[in-house]
DNA sequence: TGCTGTATTTGGAACGATCCAAATTCGGAG
DNA sequence: CTCCGAATTTGGATCGTTCCAAATACAGCA
């Protein structure tokens, strides 16, 4: 029975062992290349593992050596390019680190968010990645996954409050320090009429970036009007269509720090509709600087975050919490980094 | 203990039956929620089992049940948006029939998806969707993956020929019929001179596409001229500095059939830089609809493949496989539909 | 040859669940 | 009471690997 061949029962340990005639143990060391075995023995074995096409259990070794290769990746959105990147990063460092990803897709939702936690920690993974779900809270985390695991936080925070005892990192992007880097940025420009558009004001992000453009506002003793507070979905298409409300009265503003880049594109594109240029007569800045941003028309300052950076800094995190289980809960806030382009320019009217 | 105690151990059947004073198969009944046991046994049980907060060990059952609770996405490209939704499709539809997905990236590299698939296959999932890196042959994935596991290969048939004893299905989008619709469409708008504008010739999807195009124009009785056909990676940035080409010779085209969105999104880019404006001075179609596809400017006529549709697809086609695992191998070609939108206009000079 | 120390090899008990055949309990019917 | 069949429960083997203590092989040396 050759390696081309295909075999009907799967090929264990024993097989080998029984084919170049030792011990099952002797074999098992072999695979896991130990010094202990002697050069001829270990060619023969090697020989007799191609020759059968035998393929490592390493659901059985774990659980004799009570171990875990796995880690979850849980994410709220996957069709987000953003987190797309990001998972991407993730997996090539948790492949590097030797261990397999295990992905859960929660659509947003704290309901599924909890059964997708309860079906992976059932798998046994060494650690999980959450990105919550809007509205999810540290109860239904722990009740769905327990306190064994350990968890690295990413993107968001929690609502309610977690239990000391359980260890979760925690690793998000400096959101305050980026859209008062943009908004510094467009006061420096001339404007004095800035908006802060889109997003919904009940998630941790959108209350941190809308932070940091008050910050910088209240700095440079501007004030703002309410009209220049604008919420709406994170999507292009809603972007767009609230971008009226922006010139709902007076005094208009000149410019708009936008939450993110999706609502930034589709503000373009609704100031377009107005008969505005973006980026001649009313300047704005986005979040994230997704692929599109360098792209658009015009190219739109915004804030890199390097999604697939941030995957890799996860996963790392998550193996270093692997290693030292009782360190102390790490809090790791990612800098972002303004990057000026053509959008962002000085008001129309200077 | 009550279940807010974060334990050392990890708790077992056996503890669990030790604490009601069962037997552990007993415990094992109650878990499968078989109906041999005692409605007044099962009570106690349950009562233990959430008193210590047990989890099962879905690995330590697998083993002992030769059965597999895993499917493996193996994918070329995750920072791809198209791809992206793919994999969110796939794993609901693993998620819904009790599955859990395995991811691996293989970021277009043949030799990266060997490594990959040889470490997912330790794990034994039950099947494998893979979409392959481009260039890789079916030897090679024949050797890293065995022929134990069924497969499904999803957007690109393989290179090289694979055995006939291998159970490998196909999940390909319909390509041809896409930019054949695409092509008579413009055709139908009065265009003579269209060209077909991206990819790589080497990628069997790109071939395909660019066939629909040819039967199109050849079906019209329309000559192709050699400077309309201009390759260029599947990227905006790549796109956009290869418009030149287009226009080097004459007669230049008055359309262009693209290789995919991102491509003429690229090229949209490009011919504004030339002071053309697609939609009215230049018309062009893309392939796949992806979100910003309906948002650019001008939106873009393109076909809908529903990417996140066809993960579900191939997750079913894969558990389908699973059910029959000596039913004839199946070749899907998923449906593609055309999206007229602003981009394809008329020629200006009509 | 016998002895010692190092190099190799090995049987059998884990890991945490499930399967299965056999044992036990239970509720009537006779 | 006793006996029978149905309802419940159970011990022990098993899945494929690793661990460990103990067995064996092999050299070199006196």
Redesign the interface.
């Known amino acids: 029975m050759d390696s081309?061949t295909?075999?009907r029962r799967?090929i264990t340990l024993s097989d080998i062992a029984a084919g170049c005639d030792v011990s099952r143990a002797t074999v098992s060391l072999v695979l896991r290349g130990s010094p202990l075995v002697n050069k001829h023995t270990r060619a023969r074995v090697e020989e007799e593992l191609r020759r059968q096409?035998y393929?490592?259990?390493?659901?059985?070794a774990?659980?004799r050596r009570?171990t875990s290769?796995?880690i979850a990746?849980v994410l709220n959105d996957?069709?987000?390019?953003f987190?797309?990147?990001f998972?991407?990063g993730v997996?090539?460092a948790v492949?590097d680190a030797?261990f397999?990803?295990?992905?859960?897709?929660t659509?947003e939702s704290s309901t599924r968010e909890q059964a997708?936690l309860g079906?992976?920690?059932?798998?046994?993974p060494a650690g999980i990645i959450l990105s919550p779900a809007e509205g999810s809270s540290a109860q239904q985390v722990l009740a769905a996954m327990?306190?064994?695991t350990p968890l690295l936080l990413f993107n968001r925070e929690l609502g309610g409050n977690l239990?000391e005892?359980?260890h979760w990192d925690l690793l998000i992007l400096d959101n305050q320090r980026g859209t008062r880097l943009a908004t510094e940025h467009l006061i420096s420009r001339g404007h004095r009429h800035i908006a802060f558009f889109g997003g919904h004001r009940d998630s941790s992000s959108c209350r941190q970036r809308h932070a940091g453009y008050a910050e910088a506002m209240q700095a440079a003793g501007l004030r703002i009007e309410p009209h220049w507070q604008v919420e709406c979905a994170p999507t292009?298409?809603d972007a767009?269509s609230q971008t009226a409300a922006l010139f709902a009265a007076t005094p208009a503003p000149t410019a708009a720090v936008c939450y993110n880049d999706a609502v930034a594109?589709?503000l373009m594109?609704g100031l377009?509709q107005r008969g505005l240029h973006p980026g001649r007569d009313f300047a704005l800045t986005g979040f994230d600087d997704i692929?599109?941003a360098s792209?658009s028309?015009p190219p739109l300052t915004t804030l890199s975050t390097a999604p697939?950076e941030r995957g890799r800094q996860a996963a790392e995190l998550l193996l270093l919490r692997l290693r030292e289980p009782s360190a102390d809960t790490r809090r790791t806030i990612a800098p972002v980094k303004l990057m000026v382009r053509e959008s962002s320019c000085p008001p129309h009217t200077a």
């Not at 393929?55 to 059985?60: D, E, F, L, S, T």
């Not at 996957?78 to 390019?81: D, G, S, T, V």
């Not at 397999?100 to 897709?105: E, F, K, S, Y």
């Open positions: 081309t295909p075999v799967k096409g393929v490592y259990n390493r659901a059985a774990n659980l009570r290769s796995s990746l996957l069709a987000n390019p987190f797309a990147e998972a991407a997996d090539a492949g030797g397999v990803t295990l992905l859960g897709c659509s997708v079906s992976l920690i059932e798998h046994g327990g306190a064994q239990p005892y359980a292009r298409l767009a594109l589709g594109l377009n692929a599109e792209m028309m697939r």
